[in-house]
């Protein structure tokens, strides 16, 4: 292993590559503490230190930030906006057919889909720039029991309004070109790279809080499950069904075409993180609409606000843990319907000559996929609903945070971008070097 790594640092173009993904991570975690222009620091920090805990609506985007949202920064909207751009697209291709016909189109199809996803994404930072700043404003940042600092934490100027959400949504249009920079000119997977850094980047002070809270017993328990979840993650995350496809042969002219034997792999958890960023999405609403219908000073809170705060407000509530099993899981077969048409396999694999051992090419070739298909997503919905679970299990027992770094979309993301980077290096490896990384 430390001979692969002295050979990454012996090649001068691999070098190079890393030395500079390396420069790229250095500014994205220290823009992430510079605070935005007209930002109360000082009540910032006091605020972060007297509320451990952000206000539910804003745990997601705070991982996937970094850190750099509660504290009002330059990149505090993170790669939130570019990640939610990503996936309006993606749902795009089956509402608008001209999205579904540039993504046929190949790589200069792609290209533009990869253009109006930047176009999206300035324009979802301007608005979640603007609604950001009005929160902080109204003194709802860190919650309603925030202390009287945390109602003075950015100007109250229109001006001064203006250039913070400028400077926010300038923040988010750099993130997206660092991420570009990794992707051509370092080791590639730019976006999911930084994503990965900012949920690294929280892993030692959410470890050292349950040490500090529950002492060191429960930190070596908590660090030795880490690790167990960690190895069944990366075991589920490589495993995959393998469909064997045949192609007959072919004589054009004087050659001979085709006649090989290859597959179609589906993965186990081929949506990924999606159906867990899906599903905290839609119960975020409940939580927004009981942030915007508060009752007056005096008022009986009405009955069924008391019941959406008694049971879809926490992560340690039952009804809330079963609903976002349940989201999950059915996020998870529809993004996966998206995302891989076997109708649209049979008519390739049809086209090009290719067919499964014993099944008609064709119609019945769709139907067996989409058999296959049904039967891993299976699997792999319920493998993510107990992966999703896992924070809220730890906010029971642990009295850890929502954030807790072995579970839910964090484990995920680190885990899936690991191996993608180490697979990444391999391969750059092997173009130089008779040996990878790994043998």
Not at 78 to 105: C, D, N, W
Not at 237 to 259: H, L
Not at 390 to 415: E, M
Request: charged share 10%; aromatic share 12%; hydrophobic share 50%.
């Amino acid at each position: 292993m430390f001979s692969a790594i002295g050979r990454i640092f012996k090649t001068p173009d691999l070098r190079r590559k890393i030395l500079f993904t390396l420069a790229i991570v250095a500014l994205f975690r220290i823009g992430s503490f510079v605070p935005a222009p007209f930002v109360n620091f000082d009540n910032v920090q006091s605020c972060l230190v007297a509320q451990e805990d952000a206000s539910g609506l804003y745990q997601m985007i705070n991982m996937f930030s970094g850190g750099a949202l509660l504290q009002l920064s330059i990149f505090a909207l993170g790669i939130m906006p570019y990640i939610t751009a990503s996936i309006i697209t993606q749902l795009l291709r089956v509402v608008i057919p001209h999205f579904e016909a540039l993504h046929k189109e190949g790589q200069t199809g792609q290209a533009k889909i990869t253009q109006y996803t930047r176009y999206l994404t300035i324009a979802l930072a301007v608005l979640q720039s603007t609604t950001l700043i009005t929160v902080a404003r109204s003194g709802m940042l860190f919650g309603t029991t925030a202390n009287e600092a945390c109602q003075n934490l950015v100007s109250q100027e229109w001006w001064a309004i203006v250039i913070m959400i400028l400077t926010l949504t300038a923040g988010t249009g750099l993130i997206m070109w660092f991420g570009e920079l990794i992707t051509e000119r370092g080791i590639g997977n730019g976006m999911s790279l930084l994503i990965f850094v900012s949920i690294a980047a929280q892993f030692p002070a959410a470890l050292w809080t349950i040490q500090v809270q529950n002492g060191w017993e429960v930190f070596l328990l908590v660090i030795g499950v880490g690790l167990l979840i960690v190895a069944a993650v990366v075991f589920v995350e490589q495993s995959q069904r393998r469909v064997p496809v045949q192609y007959a042969k072919r004589v054009v002219g004087r050659r001979t075409y085709g006649g090989s034997s290859t597959y179609i792999p589906i993965k186990v958890n081929m949506a990924g993180v999606i159906p867990v960023i899906f599903a905290s999405a839609i119960l975020y609403l409940p939580m927004l609409l009981v942030q915007f219908n508060q009752p007056q000073i005096g008022e009986e809170p009405q009955e069924w606000l008391v019941w959406i705060q008694n049971n879809l407000m926490q992560g340690d509530q039952p009804l809330y843990m079963l609903v976002f099993f349940l989201l999950t899981v059915g996020f998870t077969f529809f993004y996966v319907q998206i995302t891989f048409n076997p109708e649209e396999v049979a008519d390739n694999m049809k086209k090009y000559g290719g067919f499964i051992p014993g099944i008609r090419a064709g119609r019945p070739t769709a139907e067996y996929l989409n058999y296959v298909l049904n039967r891993v997503t299976s699997a792999g919905s319920l493998y993510l609903g107990l992966i999703a679970l896992i924070p809220f299990i730890a906010l029971a027992f642990f009295n850890a945070n929502q954030n807790f770094p072995f579970g839910g979309a964090s484990i995920l993301i680190i885990v899936g971008v690991g191996l993608e980077t180490v697979k990444q290096i391999d391969a750059q490896l092997q173009q130089r070097h008779y040996e990878g990384l790994l043998k």
